[in-house]
């Protein structure tokens, strides 16, 4: 039996990137794309349709879903975000969710509730519904395989016994900013702050690297993934990228993933899991030529990390808020609204402002992910 992947967001990054996996990877014809979806980028998307040839595509953008329509009229072609989960949760054996933004949250959850295992590169899922996501897929025993590079490397480390897990120990390059003053940081543009030194991803995943507030999404992802109290999840500067993260046996074992910088691996591991075959390679690791070094986070220099900290510890829709006001206060920073100081005050200021739910429903979440994005809008 072919295993059936359908891929949320195959025009972005980690879409194009499992794409390529899956034309490199060994005994190919065991895996079958049948479906792709994108928000609008037509020139990416319709070489990836006549090349992999799925049964089912899916588009946001209307405009663009009218062109589709004429270019490939047999084709069952969606649009719109009510037909999104009816795409998610058709003939597939895997969803992987390479979307940004809260789009993936509801197909996740109804691929869940059909027994479709998730691969999942989109942070907002467990970000802000994570309690919500884990606990359905422990009742209808799914499986949810990290795509990103620090958690699959605790998985791949772990071998799956996270019971026996004591300290997850993240680790982060420190993004472009590491070596410079708070005063460089706050007066520096959105192009430098995209020359990430390791990683080529999207431009908000990119930025989130430079403030350390992506380490502080992995912290809250990596809680719920592993069921690990946040006082156990430390974040490790490592500029190097060469461990992917480790984690601390309850024995006092370490156990590290290595290698060199690639996607290509934690995607190729997410789909084969737990098994592993022979696929896209970089170039061999070699021990002999690197110089690691390690170093504590530096909080008062990049407060988003302890901000992401703290929304985890109060959970509820605090987790929500954070991911929600800093998505809106990124893409303002990106066209030159706000300095990187207006990203933590916008953050700062929509938790300072939320109402705290215990046990919020998915309703609650959305709604707090709603009034979130409109306060970070309207700020000034």
């Known amino acids: 039996m072919k295993k059936r992947i359908t891929i949320l967001g195959s025009t972005g990054s980690i879409g194009t990137q499992t794409l390529e996996v899956l034309e490199n990877i060994e005994n190919k014809e ?10 609008s980028n037509l020139e990416k998307f319709i070489p990836q349709i006549k090349k992999f040839n799925p049964k089912k595509v899916h588009i946001n953008d209307f405009e663009a879903y009218k062109k589709l329509k004429k270019e490939f009229p ?52 467990l970000v802000m519904a994570g309690d919500i996501v884990m606990k359905n897929a422990k009742e209808k025993g799914v499986k949810i395989l990290p795509v990103d590079s620090e958690h699959s490397a605790i998985l ?39 020359k990430h030194p390791n990683w080529n991803m999207g431009k908000k995943i990119t930025i989130d690297s ?31 990228s060469i461990i992917h993260s480790a984690i601390e046996m309850v024995d006092g074992s370490v156990i590290a993933q290595i290698g ?21 390679k970089s170039n061999s690791f070699s021990f002999f030529d690197k110089n690691l070094t390690f170093s504590p986070p530096d909080y008062e220099k990049f407060p988003c990390l302890k901000i992401a900290y703290e929304a985890g510890l109060k959970g509820g829709i605090y987790p929500a808020v954070l991911n929600a006001a800093n998505e809106v206060a990124v893409y303002k920073f990106l066209d030159g609204k706000i300095n990187i100081k207006g990203i933590i005050d916008i953050v ?33």
């Open 260 to 280: 060199n910088p690639s996607m290509h691996i934690p995607i190729q591991y997410a789909l084969t899991y737990p098994n592993r075959k022979k696929g896209i």
């Open 348 to 380: 700062e200021k929509a938790l300072n402002k939320a109402i705290e739910i215990k046990n919020p429903t998915l309703e609650d979440i959305f709604e707090a992910d709603k009034i979130a994005r409109e306060f970070a809008k309207n700020y000034n």
């Open 156 to 194: 791949q480390s772990s071998g799956g016994d996270f019971h026996l897990i004591d300290n997850i120990l993240i680790t982060a390059s420190g993004g472009p900013f590491l070596n410079k003053t708070t005063k460089e940081i706050e007066q520096a543009k959105a192009i430098d702050a995209l």
């Open 74 to 125: 047999k084709l069952e072609i969606s649009t719109g975000v009510d037909d999104l989960i009816e795409f998610s949760t058709n003939n597939t054996d895997i969803l992987l969710t390479a979307t940004t933004g809260t789009i993936a949250l509801k197909p996740t959850l109804a691929a869940i509730n059909k027994n479709i295992d998730i691969a999942l590169a989109n942070k907002e899922t």
């Open 30 to 39: 065991d895996f079958t794309v049948v479906g792709l979806c994108c928000n």
């Open 210 to 240: 430079s403030t350390l507030m992506n380490k502080g999404l992995e912290v809250i992802e990596a809680h719920h993934l592993f069921n690990i109290p946040y006082n156990k999840i430390k974040v490790v500067i490592h500029p190097e």
